[in-house]
């Protein structure tokens, strides 16, 4: 199977999950649980890819320079060519598997091939740290199973962690000046579009939060 594939998959499954948890429960659907509920989904996967980030640190830094190279000999993105990979399924979960999903990362980059930079060290925190709060979270926006006040209080944190981390990334990026070294599509695309999520849906983790607080219940999430 593809690890491209699967990590859709992955993602599809943990988020239809949570949907259809809700509406067997409660009978309906809601737009903003829905999306939550991916993004939930989307954040748990890539906790495993960051856990493998650390796990895999110095294999990463081989692994870096070779798909540099074979870049350089057959001209292909080298994200594109390991997420189309044919990966036997006994190995999918394997974290010398996941930890092309950095060494190529790196060709657009190179911090997450150097872990003395703020995006390898955030994202292992993230890896290691936001699994079991994700969960919790999760589950209280799809059962109510504590306080609204509490899951509020929680997702708070979560939520300005994620559109924090991400923002200072982005700046970090920048201020070393990675961005002149990819092309317009790169930047817009790698960086742009894959670490948007992380601020939009931090953004939005912060507005529903503050409502569970400030309301006392859950009807921002329409119950």
Request: glycine share 8%; aromatic share 16%.
């Amino acid at each position: 199977m593809a690890p491209g594939l699967f990590a859709a998959l992955a993602i599809v499954l943990l988020a239809t999950l949570g949907i259809g948890t809700r509406y067997y429960v409660f009978g309906d659907l809601n737009a903003i649980h829905s999306l939550l509920s991916l993004f939930f989904s989307a954040n748990l996967v890539i906790c495993y890819w960051e856990i493998c980030l650390f796990l895999k640190r110095d294999y990463i830094e081989e692994r870096t320079e070779y798909w540099r190279a074979r870049q350089r000999e057959t001209g292909r993105t080298p994200a594109v060519e390991f997420l189309l990979t044919r990966v036997p399924l006994r190995r999918i979960l394997a974290p010398t598997v996941w930890a092309d999903v950095w060494a190529t990362y790196s060709q657009i980059d190179g911090s997450f091939s150097d872990r003395r930079t703020w995006g390898f060290n955030v994202d292992v925190a993230n890896g290691f740290f936001t699994p079991i709060p994700t969960l919790v979270l999760y589950a209280a926006l799809t059962l109510n199973i504590m306080p609204a006040v509490l899951a509020g209080m929680l997702g708070l944190v979560l939520s300005w962690q994620w559109a924090y981390a991400t923002s200072v990334y982005g700046v970090s990026f920048f201020m070393a000046g990675r961005h002149r070294l990819i092309t317009r599509t790169e930047l817009l695309g790698y960086i742009g579009a894959l670490n948007a999520p992380w601020v939009l849906f931090g953004l939005l983790g912060m507005y529903v939060s503050a409502r569970l607080i400030l309301d006392g219940d859950y009807r921002v999430l329409g119950y």
